[in-house]
């Protein structure tokens, strides 16, 4: 019995004599593979960074847009009724395209292009529309809630924006 308690305390000593360099070795260990997590997890965030590739959109060259810019004054606008008048602006490059497939977009400017309204849009109480057809597009200015008597003021003048976009049609 006494041989056994003394080789406990032996064991203890000797534990406790290697006990300050096995701690140094558990954290030299616990660094290594801490280093090694550490690259790594760098290295697969670089791969992961470098795999990506950079996406640019090239515009078709078939697929444009052309604007117009047009002026209508007073007189270029028909009286239908009290409250509606219209001017009919011919566009050439308006063909059966944009018809069917295209696009066409209006905007009006009555302050010397500082702005635009597109249209459909109501602008001090009138309603301004439009339609198109080949050849032509159609500005309409409606007042819907005047009294009868009251009549549409045609403006002095209005700078009118038309785009013709081409599109790609997808059934």
């Given at each position: 019995?006494?041989?056994?308690?003394?080789?406990?305390?032996?064991?203890?000593?000797?534990?406790?004599?290697?006990?300050?360099?096995?701690?140094?070795?558990?954290?030299?260990?616990?660094?290594?593979?801490?280093?090694?997590?550490?690259?790594?997890?760098?290295?697969?965030?670089?791969?992961?960074?470098?795999?990506?590739?950079?996406?640019?959109?090239?515009?078709?060259?078939?697929?444009?847009?052309?604007?117009?810019?047009?002026?209508?004054?007073?007189?270029?606008?028909?009286?239908?009724?009290?409250?509606?008048?219209?001017?009919?602006?011919?566009?050439?490059?308006?063909?059966?395209?944009y018809i069917l497939q295209g696009s066409v977009s209006v905007a009006l400017s009555f302050d010397d292009e500082v702005s635009y309204e597109v249209l459909p849009a109501t602008i001090d109480a009138v309603?301004?529309?439009?339609?198109?057809?080949?050849?032509?597009?159609?500005?309409?200015?409606?007042?819907?809630?005047?009294?009868?008597?009251?009549?549409?003021?045609?403006?002095?003048?209005?700078?009118?924006?038309?785009?013709?976009?081409?599109?790609?049609?997808?059934?």
């Amino acid at each position: 019995m006494l041989f056994a308690l003394s080789r406990i305390i032996q064991l203890q000593i000797s534990v406790a004599h290697l006990s300050y360099p096995l701690n140094k070795l558990i954290l030299h260990i616990n660094f290594y593979f801490m280093k090694k997590t550490i690259l790594f997890l760098c290295s697969i965030l670089m791969m992961g960074m470098y795999s990506c590739t950079k996406t640019e959109y090239v515009p078709d060259p078939q697929l444009s847009s052309r604007t117009y810019v047009r002026e209508i004054v007073a007189n270029n606008w028909k009286r239908e009724s009290n409250a509606l008048i219209y001017c009919d602006i011919p566009l050439n490059d308006l063909k059966d395209y944009y018809i069917l497939q295209g696009s066409v977009s209006v905007a009006l400017s009555f302050d010397d292009e500082v702005s635009y309204e597109v249209l459909p849009a109501t602008i001090d109480a009138v309603s301004y529309s439009i339609n198109y057809t080949t050849g032509f597009v159609t500005i309409y200015a409606d007042d819907p809630l005047s009294d009868d008597g009251v009549v549409t003021p045609i403006p002095a003048s209005v700078i009118v924006k038309i785009v013709l976009s081409d599109s790609e049609f997808i059934d």
